[in-house]
């Protein structure tokens, strides 16, 4: 351990800095405006990431979620007892199942980190500010995921872990969670304007919800966010022998945090020590207000949608996650024995070696559809693209530009410290472009993460310091619309396009670190077959070398038989298109 003694700043705020002793940032975004000469001139060191030793990140991550497999009956028997109610696990599965997972998985993330850091450095003492307890509570989940990427909630849930550490702690209280702002706000960037047919499309869906009740018979199934072009939502609708009925995201009843009430709830047996025991204490704290003070105001909205009393069944493919209405609902008829079916809603699905959405949704549904993929169970059924039904072979310009689609970064979800991965993965960007013959570097866009302005990486200031001709998309527009106006298009990680551009049969390839996250064994194979007809690199250097390789005929390449077989290959298991995928929609939702 080092021997100086060094004071500890957890987060980016600078209401927690001082400049008058040496310094240790926990991670590097602390310092994201920083240069590693600037940080010598502080007298100040980095904490090394936490969880890259060999074999760490697949024991963390076993070891969580069999921790949260034993949370779920403790929480179920928590909140039961105090409502009064006597509900099954799987019922607050899915009620609260989302947040639970990630809460926990962010929580242990900023635990970890903080025994990482002790047991390296001596700590001199750290500041922890203290914010009003209402600030730190979310009403939803939703208002959660916005929560964890303020620097201010962050710099507090650390300070909670070293209140419990033998650190010496300076308390600052203030009023606010960001300087000028509140834990209220409900964008971190202005939402994109609505186009005219969007518009019109909400206006006739409110409408015709006003005649809910009149076009709802009361065993018609309930599909909500499916994933399906409205077109084809409305097609599977007629073909299940029902009218179409838009269903809209409700809002969740806002009920403030009660702390009279939180004080005296308690979760599981005692006995545990350091994370068990952590964030056992921590959920009646945290948990959002629509579960606890919120739940009956919750349970009767939810009751009082328009929608059948008796449904065949009910579909989501995005409403399981946000939609606290939507949830009520569900649970609630599930217990009555009413099917519920969740759909894939992206990439990575029977892929990613580390999957923490699609093992809850799992769990969560009694059937799962996938795009092509199958898993040893009953649960699962490959049914097709959901996105991509109904739509003809995607368009691209032969005579466009390079588009570069970017993922985001910087909100430390997983479990370990994604922070160096996502530097190398701004590094690889940087590394693709400089590659790319010049006359094709001169017609690259970069398509920006539309939540890029969450994580303070700054990347559009970086790119133009690296490349200041680059030409840089915000994220907010149409992707589809951008991939149209292309010649080729690259994805940068697993990205939904990936899929999505395959099954429409546009060229494009995409790149990145498999290492950094990992596949499936049942999976590499497919990947294989792409990496052999030049789709799938897994380094930068290697994906500009291919379109370098094939910029002068991007057709050419694309309908070589060797490509188009590997393309169709890799769809029939990730991204199926049948023949006719209503009927095997139907048939997939109406099984038993």
């Known amino acids: ?3 100086t003694p060094r004071f500890l700043i957890t987060t980016a705020d600078a209401r927690s800095w001082r400049d008058d002793t040496p310094l240790l940032f926990l991670g590097e975004w602390c310092c994201w405006g920083f240069k590693k000469e600037e940080l010598g001139n502080l007298n100040a060191e980095v904490v090394p990431p936490y969880g890259w ?3 760490q990140k697949k024991a963390d991550y076993l070891y969580v979620w069999d921790l949260i497999e034993r ?5 179920s028997q928590m909140l039961n007892r105090h409502h009064g109610t006597s509900h099954a696990p799987r019922y607050w599965r899915i009620m609260l199942g989302t947040w639970l997972y990630k809460f926990t998985m962010i929580m242990f993330n ?4 903080v025994q990482h850091a002790l047991g390296k450095y001596n700590v001199s003492g750290t500041v922890v500010l203290e914010f009003p307890r209402e600030q730190l509570v979310p009403v939803d989940y939703i208002g959660f995921a916005r929560l964890y990427r303020f620097d201010a909630w962050n710099q507090a849930a650390y300070g909670r872990i070293l209140k419990d550490s033998n650190v010496s702690c300076i308390v600052k209280k203030t009023d606010v969670l960001d300087e000028g702002d509140t834990s209220d706000r409900q964008h971190f960037t202005p939402p994109p304007t609505r186009t005219l047919k969007q518009q019109v499309k909400r206006f006739v869906a409110n409408r015709v919800q006003r005649f809910a009740n009149l076009l709802t018979r009361p ?6 966010s499916t994933y399906l072009p409205f077109v084809q939502e409305c097609k599977l609708q007629l073909a299940l022998g029902q009218i179409p009925v838009p269903r809209l995201l409700q809002p969740t009843p806002r009920v403030s945090p009660d702390f009279d009430i939180r004080n005296n709830l308690s979760l599981g047996p005692e006995g545990f020590t350091g994370f068990e025991q952590f964030i056992r204490t921590l ?5 959002p207000s629509c579960y606890l003070e919120g739940y009956h105001a919750l349970c009767e909205k939810a009751a009082s949608m328009p929608w059948p009393a008796k449904p065949k069944f009910i579909f989501t493919s995005n409403s399981f996650d946000g939609d606290e209405v939507f949830k009520a609902w569900t649970a609630a008829k599930t217990e009555l024995g009413i099917p519920y079916i969740i759909g894939q809603h992206g990439a990575n699905y029977g892929a990613g070696e580390f999957a923490p959405s699609e093992i809850h949704e799992v769990a969560t549904a009694d059937r799962y559809l996938t795009w092509g993929w199958k898993e040893d169970g009953a649960k699962h059924r490959p049914v097709a693209a959901l996105p991509m039904i109904g739509k003809p072979a995607g368009e691209w310009n032969p005579d466009g530009g390079l588009l570069l689609v970017e993922r985001g970064g910087g909100h430390r979800e997983p479990l370990w410290d994604e922070t160096p991965a996502f530097r190398k993965y701004l590094e690889d960007q940087f590394k693709f472009v400089g590659c790319l013959l010049v006359r094709v570097g001169e017609q690259v866009t970069v398509r920006l993460y539309s939540a890029y302005l969450y994580a303070n990486w700054s990347e559009d200031t ?3 310091d690296r490349f200041p001709q680059i030409q840089l998309d915000d994220g907010t527009a149409p992707i589809s619309e951008q991939i149209r106006q292309s010649r080729l298009t690259v994805f940068s990680y697993e990205s939904t396009g990936v899929l999505e551009s395959l099954a429409g049969n546009i060229p494009m390839l995409f790149f990145y670190d498999s290492k950094s996250w990992p596949l499936r064994s049942q999976a590499q194979p497919y990947y294989h077959r792409l990496m052999e007809a030049g789709i799938f690199h897994e380094t930068p250097e290697s994906a500009a070398e291919k379109v370098n390789e094939i910029w002068d005929d991007v057709q050419g390449w694309w309908a070589q038989d060797k ?3 590997a393309r169709k290959i890799f769809c029939a298991h990730f991204a199926r298109m049948p023949q006719h995928p209503i009927r095997v929609l139907k048939k997939a939702l109406l099984a038993h």
Do not use: F, H, S
């Open 110 to 113: 900023r635990w970890a980190t």
């Open 462 to 464: 970086i790119w133009k």
């Open 563 to 565: 490509v188009q077989e």
């Open 219 to 224: 065993t018609d199934a309930l599909l909500i």
């Open 1 to 3: 351990m080092p021997n």
């Open 71 to 75: 949370l779920l009956p403790e929480l």
């Open 283 to 287: 959920i009646p704290e945290q948990l």
């Open 53 to 55: 030793e060999e074999g």
